[in-house]
Antibody
Framework: QVRLVQSGAEERKPGASVTVSCKTS????????IHWVRQAPGQGLEWMAV????????TYSQKFQDRLTVTADTSTSTVFLAMSTLRPDDTGVYFC??????????????????WGQGTQVTVSS | SYELTQPPSVSVSPGQTARITCSGD??????ASWYQRRSGQAPVMVIF???KRPSGIPERFSGSSSGTMATLTISGAQAADEGDYFC???????????FGGGTKLTVL
């Protein structure tokens, strides 16, 4: 079955960087886009980025495009989210999610049919 | 930036019908999907492509869309349906994803 398993909780100080991984299995990795979504405490879901694992092209939310890098490793079927210059309001749970349909453009369309378990990122001095 | 608007909360009695709306200018041209999130759990997709129900989701969940508004309907709501519900879609270009602010469903 489809599985998305994320790396464990991270704690960072303001100004630092963090990388979260999302290891996938149970489907053809290069056929389905992967999205990243986060939820800050008391807030709603927030769309961050999407990547096409077949060619590594990522599209970012305008809010994060200066601090975010999303990459894909086809040899391990893993997607990575790297965020720099962390701030306390980056604290939250970060999710990866697989699109429900075969790769299509434009990249953000589609529905998110399988999700990782979430990774808690805490930014505090 | 593009926004999707949801009511902050909806409350119904058990067995009643709950309706959660999601409004956005691009919804007349872009599909919406809906997600349930219970505390401490990953979101679960309950409706995709406006009105399609994934396998394993109870039939009491349905979706519709008209003009610039998408609606999630839970017919005969149960206590197990309590949680936060989010709609998802994109701006008109399809390059920027966006979630609605979320609706807390209470069944009591």
């Amino acid at each position: 079955q489809v599985r998305l398993v994320q790396s464990g909780a991270e704690e960072r100080k303001p100004g630092a960087s963090v990388t979260v991984s999302c290891k996938t299995s149970g489907y053809s990795f290069t056929f389905y886009f992967i999205h990243w979504v986060r939820q800050a405490p008391g807030q709603g879901l927030e769309w961050m980025a999407v990547i096409n694992p077949s060619d590594g092209r990522a599209t970012y939310s305008q809010k994060f495009q200066d601090r975010l890098t999303v990459t894909a490793d086809t040899s391990t079927s893993t997607v990575f989210l790297a965020m720099s210059t962390l701030r306390p309001d980056d604290t939250g749970v970060y999710f990866c999610a697989k699109v429900g349909g075969i790769v299509v453009e434009p990249p953000a369309i589609g529905s998110l049919d399988s999700w990782g378990q979430g990774t808690q990122v805490t930014v505090s001095s | 930036s593009y926004e999707l608007t949801q009511p902050p909360s909806v409350s119904v009695s058990p067995g009643q019908t709950a309706r959660i709306t999601c409004s956005g200018d691009a919804l007349s041209k872009k599909y919406a999907s809906w997600y349930q999130r219970r505390s401490g759990q990953a979101p679960v997709m309950v409706i995709f492509d406006d009105k399609k129900r994934p396998s394993g989701i109870p039939e009491r969940f349905s979706g519709s869309s008209s003009g610039t508004m998408a609606t999630l309907t839970i017919s005969g709501a149960q206590a197990a349906d309590e949680g936060d519900y989010f709609c998802y879609s994109t701006d008109i270009s399809g390059y920027q994803g966006v979630f609605g602010g979320g609706t807390k469903l209470t069944v009591l």
